[in-house]
């Protein structure tokens, strides 16, 4: 069965400073990975997503990831935070399309 | 607009009592999903639903029915409410083939007393 971890429930960052989201997951077959944001009081995003074909995925608003295998993980950058960055992220994954295992989010605050 | 609608938007009602939730997709997609999200445990799966007329059980079914007799639409009921079930529901859809994201619809925010 598939899992995935976050480390940090809440994330806090400068504007201006490199965001990173930490993302671990478990697979015993090759996985599909994804990232979505959550606004406050609305449904979730895709960000971006993983699907083999590229190890370092470009999302929206910025965004990126990359797929390290060695690792078991795909962490979530952005170089430079902005104050609309600040939400709720979750990363998921899947093996056979139906069933996402999401982890638990990271909460991202963005200081002025 | 074409999407993924959810109602209500908020919820409060009795412990006990039956409530449905509502979610209705415009995009055909085969796949449906009802998801509860709580603090500290990110989004559980609950059923799931490959076509109409086919669901399956999640990570946490208990307490929960659905069907699909229409593909746009996919409702959840809880037949008897308890304050446990508390949570922020959410539909999801995907199509059956391709990369598998899925679309998220706003919510419900259920409160049960």
């Known amino acids: 069965a598939q899992s995935v971890t976050q480390l940090g429930s809440h994330v806090s960052v400068s504007e201006g400073a490199l965001v990173l989201l930490r993302c671990n997951y478990s697979?015993?077959?090759?996985?599909?990975l994804f990232w979505y944001v959550q606004y406050p009081n609305q449904g979730l995003q895709l960000l971006l997503k993983y699907t083999s074909a590229a190890t370092l995925v470009k999302g929206i608003n910025g965004f990126e990831a990359e797929f390290k295998k060695s690792e078991t993980s795909f962490h979530l950058t952005k170089p430079s935070a902005h104050m609309s960055d600040a939400a709720e992220y979750f990363c998921?994954?899947?093996?056979?399309?139906?069933?996402?295992?999401f982890g638990p989010g990271t909460r991202l605050s963005v200081l002025p | 607009d074409a999407g993924i609608t959810q109602s209500p938007r908020y919820k409060i009602t009795e412990t006990g009592r039956q409530v449905t939730l509502m979610c209705h997709q415009t995009w055909s997609h085969s796949y449906m999903f009802w998801y509860r999200q709580d603090l500290g445990h990110g989004l559980r799966l609950i059923y799931y639903s490959a076509a109409a007329d086919i669901t399956d059980k999640g990570e946490v079914p208990d307490g929960y029915v659905v069907s699909r007799s229409k593909t746009e639409n996919f409702p959840l009921t809880l037949e008897s409410a308890t304050r446990s079930q508390t949570s922020v529901y959410f539909c999801?859809?995907?199509?059956?083939?391709?990369?598998?994201?899925?679309?998220f619809g706003p919510g419900t925010r259920l409160t049960v007393t």
């Open positions: 999801a859809s995907r199509e059956a083939g391709g990369v598998y994201e899925q679309y």
């Open positions: 998921a994954v899947t093996v056979r399309g139906q069933n996402f295992v």
């Open positions: 697979s015993s077959v090759p996985p599909y």
